[in-house]
Every structure is written in structure tokens, then in C-alpha cells.
Nanobody
Framework: QPQFVESGGGLVQPGESLRLSCATS????????MAWFRQAPGKEREGVSC????????NYVESVKERFTISRDNAQNTVYLQMNSLKPEDTAVYYC?????????????????????WGQGTQVTVSS
């Protein structure tokens, strides 16, 4: 059974940075598309970023483009989310998620796909 452990969350001021990590075990990371989602209090969960198996292609929600960068190290079984220029509206619990990569023609990951596996989340709070 896949297991994910997210870390790196915390309390920061607007404009500061955080780097989230998602350490995975119990499955072959290289065979899975990975994503970060977030859920703020009183709001629906939203996709933040996803990355294809090779790490060469990624997708971002419009609100984090140019500020967040997703990456992965398949050898270390870890996925990262570098978050720069953080804003109060980035405050949320951030979750790591995975789905098996689909065979066939390349199709960039999106957030409305079914992600099978989820972590427990890490809290990110941006406040002055």
C-alpha cells in the first residue's frame, strides 16, 4: 500500500518561501503521475500542480504560475513543491497525491483526473 509523508509546511510571512516534500514508499514512484492539491478552510479542494513521470512536464493552476515549481526525484522517491512569493490566499492544507501513469499517447496531467493515493497533508499558513 503506497504511503506518503508530506513535510515542510509552516507559518511564514507574505513574500516568503517554503519547500514542501512528499516522501513516498510502497510503490514505484516512476510509474505514477504526482500532484499537489490544497484545501483552505471552508473551501473546496483544488489542484495546485501536477507532474508527469519523467519530471519534464508539469501543469499549474493559474494562481500559482511563476511562483510555485513542482519537481520529483524518482530515485529518492520524493516529490517537491517549491513555493515562492507566498500570499495569504495560499494558506491551506497541502496534500500530495498520485495516480498510475496512463499508457499510450502523451497527455499532460490535469487536476480533474482520479488520483488514487493521498497523503495526510501539511499545513501552510501565510500571515503577517
Amino acid at each position: 500500500q503506497p504511503q506518503f509523508v508530506e513535510s515542510g509546511g509552516g507559518l511564514v510571512q507574505p513574500g516568503e518561501s517554503l519547500r514542501l516534500s512528499c516522501a513516498t514508499s510502497g510503490f514505484t514512484l516512476a510509474h505514477h503521475v504526482m500532484a499537489w492539491f490544497r484545501q483552505a478552510p471552508g473551501k473546496e479542494r483544488e489542484g495546485v500542480s501536477c507532474i508527469m513521470t519523467s519530471g519534464r512536464s508539469a501543469n499549474y493552476v493559474e494562481s500559482v504560475k511563476e511562483r510555485f515549481t513542482i519537481s520529483r526525484d524518482n530515485a529518492q522517491n520524493t516529490v517537491y513543491l517549491q513555493m515562492n512569493s507566498l500570499k495569504p490566499e495560499d494558506t491551506a492544507v497541502y496534500y500530495c497525491a498520485a495516480r498510475p501513469a496512463a499508457p499510450g499517447l502523451f497527455k499532460l496531467c490535469t487536476f480533474d483526473e482520479h488520483y488514487n493515493y493521498w497523503g495526510q497533508g501539511t499545513q501552510v499558513t501565510v500571515s503577517s
